[in-house]
């Protein structure tokens, strides 16, 4: 079995690498997902979903499983994101550039750090930024003073601040804080396969979420009420996930969403929508509650 690396800040993975068009050429070349969202039209947006082209993402020095190269293309699974279909983690594509050529293994003990902010700057050690990692980054430190936090990275090592994995909201519980760090996403864009602060997906919003406060749920959202503590609506607390499904809630999950207390809840809704919260009685929602569920506790 062989492990690498992620080496761009976040990654696309595609389910096919046919789904990637001349749109996203450019991204597919330098790994700027800045410059790629900044150039997507609506009609890419909604192509993205409509065609499921891009499946999930994956972060700066996330683990995947390399399973076959075809051209510039790997297949890979990605380990840190849960998936029914596929006990590996969540399969997809990425383009070879993107990739570390091995997983190289530190000799001696270390720990890591999760970043908790929607931002944090990865220095070198001449202290440039080299880039801007997004949150629920997970990187091994070395060490660690007031200013700064010594890692150690797919490019070499490298510090972020010291304050980039201390969570700046409060709460009496993680449901609190869960809801209160979902908050700081509000307006944030829908995007098909999202899980960082520059576009979120449903599901992938509540996975970033739980990600940067070490809780591991699933990736997707039929996964995610496959799995956790079921809620009845009576014992609803913010942070719960609540769920959404065809057939007047009896079919397939197409939809979570974070709960908010007082009947509201926190969500990315679809292409052309942003990150909002809204009454969980909207009438788009009120006729398909399927349930809830806690990871938080």
Same mark, same amino acid.
């Given at each position: 079995?062989?492990?690498?690396?992620?080496?761009?800040?976040?990654?696309?993975?595609?389910?096919?690498?046919?789904? *990637? $068009?001349? !749109?996203?050429?450019?991204?597919?070349?330098?790994? @700027?997902?800045?410059?790629? +969202?900044?150039?997507? %039209?609506?009609?890419?947006?909604?192509?993205?979903?409509?065609?499921?082209?891009?499946?999930?993402?994956?972060?700066?020095?996330?683990?995947?499983?390399?399973?076959?190269?075809?051209?510039?293309?790997?297949?890979?699974?990605?380990?840190?994101?849960?998936?029914?279909?596929?006990?590996?983690?969540?399969?997809?594509?990425?383009?070879?550039?993107?990739?570390?050529?091995?997983?190289?293994?530190?000799?001696?003990?270390?720990?890591?750090?999760?970043?908790?902010?929607?931002?944090?700057?990865?220095?070198?050690?001449?202290?440039?930024?080299?880039?801007?990692?997004?949150?629920?980054?997970?990187?091994?430190?070395?060490?660690?003073?007031?200013?700064?936090?010594?890692?150690?990275?797919?490019?070499?090592?490298?510090?972020?601040? *010291? $304050?980039? !994995?201390?969570?700046?909201?409060?709460?009496?519980? @993680?449901?609190?804080?869960? +809801?209160?760090?979902? %908050?700081?996403?509000?307006?944030?864009?829908?995007?098909?396969?999202?899980?960082?602060?520059?576009?979120?997906?449903?599901?992938?919003?509540?996975?970033?979420?739980?990600?940067?406060?070490?809780?591991?749920?699933?990736?997707?959202?039929?996964?995610?009420?496959?799995?956790?503590?079921?809620?009845?609506?009576?014992?609803?607390?913010?942070?719960?996930?609540?769920?959404?499904?065809?057939?007047?809630?009896?079919?397939?999950?197409?939809?979570?969403?974070?709960?908010?207390?007082?009947?509201?809840?926190?969500?990315?809704?679809?292409?052309?929508?942003?990150?909002?919260?809204?009454?969980?009685?909207?009438?788009?929602?009120?006729?398909?509650?399927?349930?809830?569920?806690?990871?938080?506790?």
């Amino acid at each position: 079995m062989e492990i690498r690396r992620i080496k761009v800040p976040t990654a696309l993975i595609w389910s096919a690498p046919t789904q *990637a $068009t001349k !749109a996203d050429q450019a991204y597919l070349e330098n790994g @700027d997902l800045t410059g790629w +969202l900044t150039a997507l %039209k609506d009609s890419d947006r909604e192509r993205l979903a409509n065609d499921n082209s891009i499946v999930t993402q994956a972060l700066f020095n996330d683990r995947v499983i390399l399973d076959r190269i075809e051209g510039k293309w790997a297949h890979v699974f990605v380990t840190r994101q849960a998936n029914r279909q596929e006990r590996r983690g969540y399969p997809g594509w990425i383009p070879m550039t993107q990739l570390t050529t091995d997983d190289e293994e530190l000799e001696y003990p270390t720990t890591t750090v999760r970043l908790v902010q929607p931002q944090t700057a990865l220095m070198n050690e001449q202290g440039e930024t080299v880039m801007q990692l997004p949150l629920g980054t997970i990187l091994t430190t070395t060490g660690q003073n007031d200013q700064q936090i010594q890692v150690v990275t797919p490019l070499g090592k490298g510090a972020i601040s *010291a $304050t980039a !994995a201390t969570l700046h909201v409060n709460g009496a519980n @993680d449901g609190d804080r869960l +809801l209160e760090l979902g %908050k700081q996403f509000l307006d944030t864009p829908y995007l098909w396969g999202g899980i960082t602060p520059q576009g979120f997906d449903c599901s992938g919003l509540v996975y970033a979420l739980h990600r940067a406060l070490d809780y591991a749920i699933p990736r997707d959202a039929q996964d995610q009420f496959a799995n956790g503590y079921p809620v009845a609506p009576e014992e609803l607390a913010s942070g719960d996930l609540v769920f959404f499904a065809s057939n007047h809630g009896m079919g397939s999950i197409h939809h979570v969403a974070l709960y908010a207390g007082s009947g509201q809840m926190l969500h990315s809704p679809k292409p052309g929508l942003a990150v909002e919260v809204i009454p969980m009685t909207t009438a788009k929602y009120a006729s398909e509650y399927a349930g809830a569920r806690r990871f938080w506790q």
